[in-house]
Protein backbone atom coordinates (compact mmCIF):
# COMPACT_ATOMS: atom_id res chain seq x y z
CA UNK A 1 0.00 0.00 0.00
CA UNK A 2 1.59 3.67 -0.79
CA UNK A 3 1.00 5.92 2.28
CA UNK A 4 -0.16 8.81 0.41
CA UNK A 5 -0.27 11.14 3.72
CA UNK A 6 3.36 10.63 3.76
CA UNK A 7 4.33 11.80 0.21
CA UNK A 8 1.84 14.64 0.50
CA UNK A 9 3.31 15.67 3.92
CA UNK A 10 6.67 15.77 2.92
CA UNK A 11 5.84 17.83 -0.27
CA UNK A 12 4.07 20.70 1.59
CA UNK A 13 6.82 20.30 4.09
CA UNK A 14 9.23 21.09 1.88
CA UNK A 15 7.00 23.75 -0.14
CA UNK A 16 6.83 21.60 -3.47
CA UNK A 17 5.16 22.73 -6.44
CA UNK A 18 4.41 19.39 -7.60
CA UNK A 19 4.21 16.00 -7.49
CA UNK A 20 4.56 13.27 -10.47
CA UNK A 21 3.79 9.66 -9.77
CA UNK A 22 5.00 7.94 -12.90
CA UNK A 23 5.60 4.28 -13.42
CA UNK A 24 9.40 2.56 -13.47
CA UNK A 25 10.11 6.17 -10.99
CA UNK A 26 10.34 6.75 -7.14
CA UNK A 27 7.26 9.17 -6.23
CA UNK A 28 9.30 12.66 -7.62
CA UNK A 29 8.61 16.32 -6.12
CA UNK A 30 9.22 19.33 -7.68
CA UNK A 31 11.03 21.97 -5.36
CA UNK A 32 12.04 25.46 -6.89
CA UNK A 33 12.39 23.76 -10.28
CA UNK A 34 14.75 20.45 -9.33
CA UNK A 35 12.90 17.10 -9.58
CA UNK A 36 13.43 15.81 -5.95
CA UNK A 37 12.67 12.05 -5.29
CA UNK A 38 10.78 11.26 -2.05
CA UNK A 39 12.64 10.43 0.45
CA UNK A 40 12.49 6.58 1.12
CA UNK A 41 10.31 6.13 -1.78
CA UNK A 42 9.68 3.15 -4.14
CA UNK A 43 9.56 2.24 -7.63
CA UNK A 44 5.97 2.60 -8.65
CA UNK A 45 4.93 -0.44 -10.42
CA UNK A 46 1.95 -0.91 -12.87
CA UNK A 47 -0.06 -1.96 -9.89
CA UNK A 48 0.74 0.68 -8.01
CA UNK A 49 -0.08 3.29 -10.47
CA UNK A 50 -3.72 1.53 -10.59
CA UNK A 51 -3.80 2.02 -7.14
CA UNK A 52 -3.29 5.82 -7.22
CA UNK A 53 -5.85 6.20 -10.35
CA UNK A 54 -8.29 4.76 -7.96
CA UNK A 55 -7.27 7.15 -4.87
CA UNK A 56 -7.34 9.73 -6.79
CA UNK A 57 -10.66 9.26 -8.95
CA UNK A 58 -12.46 7.94 -4.99
CA UNK A 59 -14.27 5.69 -7.13
CA UNK A 60 -16.17 8.56 -9.52
CA UNK A 61 -18.11 6.89 -12.02
CA UNK A 62 -18.02 9.84 -14.75
CA UNK A 63 -14.47 10.87 -13.62
CA UNK A 64 -13.33 7.10 -14.97
CA UNK A 65 -15.73 7.17 -17.89
CA UNK A 66 -13.75 10.72 -18.86
CA UNK A 67 -10.39 9.34 -18.20
CA UNK A 68 -11.49 5.99 -19.77
CA UNK A 69 -12.52 7.77 -23.35
CA UNK A 70 -9.90 10.46 -23.53
CA UNK A 71 -7.44 9.10 -21.74
CA UNK A 72 -6.93 12.41 -19.61
CA UNK A 73 -8.64 13.93 -16.36
CA UNK A 74 -8.31 16.93 -14.48
CA UNK A 75 -9.66 17.04 -10.84
CA UNK A 76 -8.86 18.12 -7.59
CA UNK A 77 -7.96 16.22 -4.56
CA UNK A 78 -7.62 17.72 -1.04
CA UNK A 79 -5.00 17.21 1.79
CA UNK A 80 -4.91 18.45 4.98
CA UNK A 81 -6.55 21.49 3.94
CA UNK A 82 -4.66 22.42 0.77
CA UNK A 83 -6.36 21.34 -2.39
CA UNK A 84 -4.77 19.68 -4.71
CA UNK A 85 -4.63 20.19 -8.78
CA UNK A 86 -4.74 16.48 -9.90
CA UNK A 87 -3.75 15.83 -14.06
CA UNK A 88 -3.97 11.81 -14.88
CA UNK A 89 -2.48 11.12 -18.18
CA UNK A 90 -1.62 7.78 -19.81
CA UNK A 91 1.70 6.29 -20.78
CA UNK A 92 1.46 2.49 -22.64
CA UNK A 93 -1.94 2.35 -21.58
CA UNK A 94 -1.20 2.83 -17.99
CA UNK A 95 -2.27 5.71 -15.80
CA UNK A 96 0.27 8.61 -14.48
CA UNK A 97 -0.39 11.45 -12.38
CA UNK A 98 1.14 14.91 -11.62
CA UNK A 99 -0.27 16.66 -8.93
CA UNK A 100 -0.06 20.32 -8.45
CA UNK A 101 0.07 21.97 -4.70
CA UNK A 102 -2.38 25.06 -4.56
CA UNK A 103 -1.34 27.30 -1.52
CA UNK A 104 -3.80 27.87 1.29
CA UNK A 105 -3.04 31.71 1.49
CA UNK A 106 -3.12 33.23 -1.98
CA UNK A 107 -0.35 36.02 -2.73
CA UNK A 108 -0.88 39.30 -2.94
CA UNK A 109 0.02 40.16 -6.56
CA UNK A 110 2.30 42.97 -4.86
CA UNK A 111 4.37 40.20 -3.38
CA UNK A 112 4.17 38.22 -6.65
CA UNK A 113 6.24 40.98 -8.42
CA UNK A 114 3.32 41.71 -10.97
CA UNK A 115 3.79 45.24 -11.94
CA UNK A 116 1.12 47.82 -10.60
CA UNK A 117 0.01 48.90 -14.17
CA UNK A 118 -1.91 45.13 -14.32
CA UNK A 119 -4.01 46.06 -11.41
CA UNK A 120 -4.79 49.16 -12.57
CA UNK A 121 -5.89 48.00 -15.50
CA UNK A 122 -8.47 45.91 -14.02
CA UNK A 123 -10.54 49.22 -12.95
CA UNK A 124 -11.36 49.34 -16.63
CA UNK A 125 -14.94 49.27 -17.48
CA UNK A 126 -14.79 46.77 -20.56
CA UNK A 127 -12.03 44.86 -23.05
CA UNK A 128 -9.26 42.19 -23.11
CA UNK A 129 -7.01 41.75 -20.51
CA UNK A 130 -4.12 38.43 -20.98
CA UNK A 131 -1.96 37.10 -18.49
CA UNK A 132 0.09 34.62 -20.77
CA UNK A 133 3.19 32.40 -20.26
CA UNK A 134 4.38 28.62 -20.25
CA UNK A 135 3.55 25.86 -18.18
CA UNK A 136 4.48 26.35 -14.92
CA UNK A 137 5.09 30.26 -15.24
CA UNK A 138 2.63 31.12 -12.53
CA UNK A 139 -0.23 32.39 -15.04
CA UNK A 140 -2.82 30.25 -12.14
CA UNK A 141 -1.97 31.97 -9.32
CA UNK A 142 -1.20 35.84 -11.28
CA UNK A 143 -4.77 35.64 -12.30
CA UNK A 144 -6.24 34.66 -8.60
CA UNK A 145 -4.12 37.42 -7.48
CA UNK A 146 -5.80 40.24 -9.42
CA UNK A 147 -9.40 37.96 -8.90
CA UNK A 148 -8.92 38.82 -5.14
CA UNK A 149 -7.46 42.14 -5.70
CA UNK A 150 -10.66 43.05 -7.41
CA UNK A 151 -12.84 41.29 -4.54
CA UNK A 152 -11.51 43.55 -1.75
CA UNK A 153 -11.71 46.92 -3.63
CA UNK A 154 -14.37 46.71 -6.39
CA UNK A 155 -17.76 46.68 -6.46
CA UNK A 156 -18.35 44.18 -9.37
CA UNK A 157 -19.70 41.18 -10.20
CA UNK A 158 -17.45 38.37 -11.10
CA UNK A 159 -17.50 35.63 -12.93
CA UNK A 160 -14.92 32.41 -13.11
CA UNK A 161 -14.37 29.77 -15.41
CA UNK A 162 -11.98 26.86 -14.86
CA UNK A 163 -10.99 23.68 -15.08
CA UNK A 164 -10.25 22.91 -12.16
CA UNK A 165 -11.47 24.99 -9.82
CA UNK A 166 -8.44 25.88 -7.85
CA UNK A 167 -8.54 28.76 -5.84
CA UNK A 168 -12.09 29.07 -3.74
CA UNK A 169 -12.54 32.82 -3.03
CA UNK A 170 -15.66 34.36 -1.52
CA UNK A 171 -17.06 37.49 -2.25
CA UNK A 172 -15.86 40.14 -0.26
CA UNK A 173 -16.75 43.75 -1.41
CA UNK A 174 -17.37 41.69 -5.19
CA UNK A 175 -19.98 39.35 -5.58
CA UNK A 176 -18.20 36.12 -7.02
CA UNK A 177 -19.24 33.03 -8.94
CA UNK A 178 -17.15 30.26 -9.59
CA UNK A 179 -17.78 28.12 -12.38
CA UNK A 180 -16.01 24.28 -13.42
CA UNK A 181 -15.64 23.38 -16.93
CA UNK A 182 -16.30 19.51 -17.73
CA UNK A 183 -18.41 16.63 -18.63
CA UNK A 184 -21.00 16.83 -15.39
CA UNK A 185 -19.43 19.89 -13.90
CA UNK A 186 -20.90 23.70 -14.16
CA UNK A 187 -20.25 23.69 -17.98
CA UNK A 188 -19.74 21.63 -20.86
CA UNK A 189 -16.63 24.21 -22.19
CA UNK A 190 -14.98 27.42 -21.90
CA UNK A 191 -17.50 28.30 -25.18
CA UNK A 192 -20.37 27.17 -23.32
CA UNK A 193 -19.71 29.40 -20.11
CA UNK A 194 -18.78 32.40 -22.16
CA UNK A 195 -21.53 32.41 -24.21
CA UNK A 196 -24.14 32.01 -21.01
CA UNK A 197 -21.90 34.67 -18.98
CA UNK A 198 -23.38 37.19 -21.53
CA UNK A 199 -27.11 36.45 -19.40
CA UNK A 200 -26.07 36.76 -16.19
CA UNK A 201 -25.03 39.82 -15.91
CA UNK A 202 -21.51 39.94 -14.56
CA UNK A 203 -19.14 43.01 -14.46
CA UNK A 204 -16.02 40.52 -14.99
CA UNK A 205 -15.49 37.63 -16.74
CA UNK A 206 -12.17 35.41 -16.38
CA UNK A 207 -11.30 32.49 -18.47
CA UNK A 208 -8.95 30.01 -17.09
CA UNK A 209 -7.59 29.69 -20.68
CA UNK A 210 -8.69 30.37 -24.29
CA UNK A 211 -7.22 27.46 -25.88
CA UNK A 212 -9.20 27.87 -29.34
CA UNK A 213 -11.02 30.34 -31.86
CA UNK A 214 -14.42 29.25 -30.35
CA UNK A 215 -13.85 30.28 -27.16
CA UNK A 216 -11.48 33.61 -28.22
CA UNK A 217 -14.48 34.70 -30.57
CA UNK A 218 -16.86 34.20 -27.14
CA UNK A 219 -14.53 36.20 -25.42
CA UNK A 220 -14.00 38.87 -28.20
CA UNK A 221 -18.30 38.84 -28.18
CA UNK A 222 -18.23 39.62 -24.30
CA UNK A 223 -15.60 42.11 -23.94
CA UNK A 224 -17.07 44.01 -27.21
CA UNK A 225 -20.64 43.77 -25.25
CA UNK A 226 -19.43 46.19 -22.33
CA UNK A 227 -17.77 43.66 -20.04
CA UNK A 228 -14.15 43.09 -18.81
CA UNK A 229 -12.92 39.94 -19.77
CA UNK A 230 -9.35 38.86 -18.08
CA UNK A 231 -7.95 35.15 -19.65
CA UNK A 232 -4.95 33.42 -20.01
CA UNK A 233 -3.18 31.89 -22.87
CA UNK A 234 0.10 29.96 -22.91
CA UNK A 235 2.25 31.99 -25.12
CA UNK A 236 6.14 32.85 -24.65
CA UNK A 237 5.49 36.73 -24.75
CA UNK A 238 3.52 39.32 -25.95
CA UNK A 239 4.25 39.26 -29.39
CA UNK A 240 3.43 35.76 -29.64
CA UNK A 241 0.19 36.13 -27.60
CA UNK A 242 -0.75 38.54 -30.83
CA UNK A 243 0.35 36.39 -33.52
CA UNK A 244 -1.18 33.27 -31.69
CA UNK A 245 -4.59 34.44 -31.30
CA UNK A 246 -4.44 35.98 -35.40
CA UNK A 247 -3.79 31.93 -36.49
CA UNK A 248 -6.44 30.69 -34.02
CA UNK A 249 -9.03 32.12 -37.64
CA UNK A 250 -8.59 31.18 -41.49
CA UNK A 251 -6.50 33.77 -43.36
CA UNK A 252 -9.47 35.46 -45.05
CA UNK A 253 -10.88 36.08 -41.43
CA UNK A 254 -7.58 37.61 -39.93
CA UNK A 255 -7.92 41.09 -41.30
CA UNK A 256 -11.15 41.52 -39.54
CA UNK A 257 -10.29 39.92 -36.09
CA UNK A 258 -6.93 42.62 -36.08
CA UNK A 259 -9.30 45.13 -36.35
CA UNK A 260 -11.31 44.12 -33.55
CA UNK A 261 -8.49 42.89 -31.50
CA UNK A 262 -6.94 46.21 -32.03
CA UNK A 263 -9.67 47.76 -30.39
CA UNK A 264 -10.62 45.70 -27.13
CA UNK A 265 -7.46 44.53 -26.11
CA UNK A 266 -5.75 46.63 -23.50
CA UNK A 267 -3.14 44.54 -21.80
CA UNK A 268 -0.89 41.53 -22.21
CA UNK A 269 1.10 40.82 -19.53
CA UNK A 270 3.85 37.36 -20.30
CA UNK A 271 5.19 36.16 -17.14
CA UNK A 272 8.11 33.78 -16.87
CA UNK A 273 9.57 31.92 -13.41
CA UNK A 274 12.86 32.03 -12.96
CA UNK A 275 14.60 30.64 -9.42
CA UNK A 276 16.34 33.51 -7.72
CA UNK A 277 19.85 33.66 -5.87
CA UNK A 278 17.85 33.06 -2.94
CA UNK A 279 16.65 30.09 -3.81
CA UNK A 280 13.13 31.43 -4.12
CA UNK A 281 11.36 31.78 -7.96
CA UNK A 282 11.59 35.16 -9.29
CA UNK A 283 8.38 36.35 -11.54
CA UNK A 284 10.18 37.96 -14.56
CA UNK A 285 6.98 39.87 -16.36
CA UNK A 286 6.62 41.34 -20.02
CA UNK A 287 4.15 44.06 -19.97
CA UNK A 288 2.58 45.62 -23.21
CA UNK A 289 -0.16 48.16 -22.71
CA UNK A 290 -1.82 48.50 -25.80
CA UNK A 291 -2.00 51.84 -26.99
CA UNK A 292 -2.51 53.65 -30.49
CA UNK A 293 0.96 52.38 -31.57
CA UNK A 294 0.44 49.07 -30.73
CA UNK A 295 -3.14 49.12 -32.17
CA UNK A 296 -1.73 50.19 -35.37
CA UNK A 297 0.95 47.39 -35.66
CA UNK A 298 -1.81 44.84 -34.83
CA UNK A 299 -4.01 46.17 -37.75
CA UNK A 300 -0.83 45.74 -39.91
CA UNK A 301 -1.16 43.36 -42.98
CA UNK A 302 1.84 41.21 -41.25
CA UNK A 303 2.46 41.31 -37.74
CA UNK A 304 6.34 41.99 -36.90
CA UNK A 305 7.24 40.57 -33.58
CA UNK A 306 10.09 43.31 -33.55
CA UNK A 307 7.90 46.60 -34.12
CA UNK A 308 5.96 44.90 -31.25
CA UNK A 309 9.07 44.34 -28.98
CA UNK A 310 10.28 48.53 -30.06
CA UNK A 311 6.57 49.73 -29.14
CA UNK A 312 6.46 48.11 -25.80
CA UNK A 313 10.19 49.80 -25.22
CA UNK A 314 9.05 53.53 -26.47
CA UNK A 315 6.19 52.88 -24.08
CA UNK A 316 7.64 52.58 -20.50
CA UNK A 317 6.00 55.56 -19.96
CA UNK A 318 2.55 54.44 -20.16
CA UNK A 319 2.89 51.07 -17.96
CA UNK A 320 4.67 49.01 -20.57
CA UNK A 321 7.82 47.12 -18.90
CA UNK A 322 10.36 45.54 -21.87
CA UNK A 323 11.17 41.78 -21.23
CA UNK A 324 15.17 43.22 -21.09
CA UNK A 325 14.14 45.59 -19.04
CA UNK A 326 12.92 43.30 -16.50
CA UNK A 327 15.81 41.38 -16.23
CA UNK A 328 17.90 44.07 -16.21
CA UNK A 329 16.39 45.32 -13.19
CA UNK A 330 16.20 42.40 -11.18
CA UNK A 331 19.81 41.70 -11.96
CA UNK A 332 21.11 45.08 -10.58
CA UNK A 333 18.23 44.07 -7.28
CA UNK A 334 20.69 40.80 -7.09
CA UNK A 335 17.20 38.25 -7.89
CA UNK A 336 19.18 36.87 -10.59
CA UNK A 337 22.13 36.17 -12.31
CA UNK A 338 23.65 37.85 -15.42
CA UNK A 339 23.64 34.25 -17.37
CA UNK A 340 19.87 33.21 -15.96
CA UNK A 341 19.24 37.02 -17.42
CA UNK A 342 21.48 36.28 -20.86
CA UNK A 343 19.80 32.73 -21.12
CA UNK A 344 16.17 34.55 -21.52
CA UNK A 345 17.44 36.59 -24.44
CA UNK A 346 18.48 36.31 -27.97
CA UNK A 347 22.48 36.76 -28.36
CA UNK A 348 21.87 39.71 -30.62
CA UNK A 349 19.93 41.28 -27.67
CA UNK A 350 23.00 40.53 -25.09
CA UNK A 351 24.64 44.13 -25.70
CA UNK A 352 21.28 46.17 -25.20
CA UNK A 353 21.09 43.86 -22.16
CA UNK A 354 24.40 45.19 -20.81
CA UNK A 355 23.20 48.72 -21.84
CA UNK A 356 20.07 48.63 -20.08
CA UNK A 357 22.05 47.17 -16.70
CA UNK A 358 24.34 50.32 -16.79
CA UNK A 359 21.76 52.93 -17.69
CA UNK A 360 19.47 51.34 -14.53
CA UNK A 361 22.78 51.40 -12.88
CA UNK A 362 23.62 54.94 -13.32
CA UNK A 363 19.64 56.03 -12.60
CA UNK A 364 20.19 54.86 -9.58
CA UNK A 365 23.53 56.07 -8.68
CA UNK A 366 22.13 59.73 -9.41
CA UNK A 367 19.34 59.28 -6.95
CA UNK A 368 21.16 58.02 -4.22
CA UNK A 369 23.29 61.59 -4.82
Given at each position: MINFSKIFNEAISKDASDIHFIIGNKPT????????????????????????????????????????????????????????????SSTDGIPIATLRIIKKDLPTYESLGVPDIVRRTTFQTQGLVLVTGKTNSGKTTTLNALINEINENQNKKILTLENPVEYKHKSKKSLIVQKEIGLGKDALSF????????????????????????????????????????????????????????????????????????SILKLVIAQRLLPGIDGKLVLVPEVMVVDNVVSGIIRKDKISVSEIEDAIQSSSGKGSIGLINSLAKLFVEEKITLEQAKAQIEEKNIEILNRTIMQIKIKQDSSIR
Open positions: MRIARELVPVKNGKILTEEDMNEIYDFLIKGNIDADKIFRTTRKLDTIHEHAGLRFRVNIHDGVKNSLREDCDILVIGEIRDKVTMDAAIEMAESGHLVIGTLHTKSCAETIDRIINFYEIRDQAQIKYMLS
